[in-house]
C-alpha cells in the first residue's frame, strides 16, 4: 500500500512538471502586448467595466492571432507599506506582432474612446517576446 501511494505521487508530479513545461514551451515566442494602468493618486479603474465589455471588445479585434488574454488587479507594491505600482495590467498573447498591429490601427480611436468609459488613466504599453 505504500509503495503503490509513493508511486502514484511520482508519477502525479512527473506529470504536472512535464505539463508545466510543455506549457512554457507552447508560449515562447509569442507576443506579449501588456496595457497597464499605474496608479496615482485621484486615478480611478472599473474593473468591471474593463472585464466585461473593453478587453473582450479588443480580444474580438484581434481574432485567429490571439492565444489569450489576461486581466490582472494590482493589490500591493512590492515594497511593503509603499503605494501600489499598477492598478491593472491589461496583457494579451498573439502569434504575430504584424497581424496585431494591423488588427489595431484601424481600430485604435474607438480603443481610445473607450478608456473613459472605465478609467482616467493613461496607461502604459509594452510589447515584449515570450523568452521563456
Known amino acids: 500500500m505504500k509503495l503503490k501511494l509513493i508511486v502514484s505521487f511520482f508519477l502525479l508530479t512527473t ?3 512535464a505539463f508545466s513545461q510543455e506549457k512554457q514551451n507552447m508560449e515562447r515566442g509569442l507576443i506579449k502586448v501588456s496595457i497597464m494602468y499605474p496608479y496615482a493618486e ?3 479603474f472599473n474593473m468591471e467595466y474593463y472585464e466585461t465589455k473593453h478587453m ?4 474580438a479585434l484581434l481574432g485567429s492571432n490571439l492565444i489569450k488574454y489576461t486581466i490582472e488587479k494590482g493589490l500591493a507594491s512590492g515594497v511593503p ?4 505600482s ?4 491589461g496583457t494579451f498573447y ?3 506582432l504584424s497581424d496585431y498591429q494591423a488588427a489595431i490601427a ?9 478608456f473613459s468609459n472605465y478609467t482616467n ?10 523568452v521563456k
Open 42 to 44: 485621484g486615478k480611478t
Open 15 to 17: 506529470y504536472f512538471t
Open 56 to 59: 473582450p471588445m479588443v480580444a
Open 106 to 114: 484601424p481600430h485604435i480611436n474607438a480603443i481610445r474612446a473607450d
Open 86 to 89: 499598477f492598478m491593472a495590467v
Open 121 to 130: 488613466i493613461s496607461p502604459i504599453i509594452l510589447v515584449s517576446e515570450v
Open 81 to 84: 507599506n509603499q503605494p501600489l
Open 94 to 96: 498573439v502569434k504575430s
